[in-house]
């Protein structure tokens, strides 16, 4: 079946610019997380969405940053002006309540 | 806030070798537990979890681990690497009572002939 699907699988854009990353979860998953996967640092939680409330958003770097997910399903997350420490890996998952997470392949984003 | 511990960052061991990857988390009343596994250039997949009941749980490909709740620990185990198993290797720890998963920093296992 479907996996989580992410979009773009990299990207690479210039320092000050706006990126959105887009993330399909599996059907029916009603949780919903984003991680930013940096070299030496693990995974970084970032926000998790239950239907298309975000009751935890405490991992968000900054003000610039920012995610909504609509109609229980597609999450964009949004980084504005973005700076080259936001390059890093991000990571999408899904999963149904109380069940291990499904994570997507990920965007590469690069900031030059 | 709950936090994980992976004390070793990089582990090389020779094929066929035992190996055993350490995890320790912040205490909690209740903690699910579990490990992924990140293959070079691949995504995240679910090696293996620990719910309830026994402590000892058992994976995919060979692997398990023990959960010890006095020492907060959880620790994956192989009795006999395979060159294949050259991968990242993460812990994570969800709370009783919330969605939130937190991750350890990973362990990169490397399988030498």
């Known amino acids: 079946g479907a996996g989580v699907s992410q979009s773009p699988s990299n990207k690479v854009t210039e320092k000050g610019k706006d990126v959105e990353l887009r993330c399909d979860p599996i059907?029916?998953?009603?949780?919903l997380y984003w991680y930013r996967q940096s070299l030496g640092q693990g995974l970084e939680f970032l926000i998790y969405f239950q239907g298309n409330s975000a009751p935890d958003k405490s991992g968000l770097p900054s003000d610039r940053f920012s995610a909504e997910r609509t109609g229980g399903s597609v999450s964009t997350l949004t980084i504005q002006r973005t700076q080259q420490e936001d390059s890093a890996v991000y990571l999408c998952a899904s999963s149904p309540p109380n069940s291990p997470l499904h994570f997507g392949n990920g965007t590469r984003l690069t900031v030059t | 806030a709950q936090s994980v511990t992976q004390l070793d960052s990089q582990v090389p061991v020779f094929e066929e070798a035992p190996v055993e990857l350490r995890c320790n988390y912040s205490s909690s009343v209740s903690v699910y537990l579990f490990w992924y596994v990140q293959y070079p250039n691949q995504g995240l997949q679910l090696l293996l979890k620990y719910l309830s009941g026994s402590t000892l749980v058992k994976g995919i490909n060979g692997f398990e681990a023990e959960f010890n709740k006095s020492q907060t620990s959880f620790h994956l185990r192989k009795p006999s690497v395979h060159i294949s198993d050259t991968a990242e290797y993460f812990c994570a720890v969800r709370q009783g009572g919330s969605e939130k998963l937190v991750f350890g920093k990973g362990t990169k296992l490397t399988v030498n002939p």
């Open positions: 059907s029916g998953h009603t949780a």
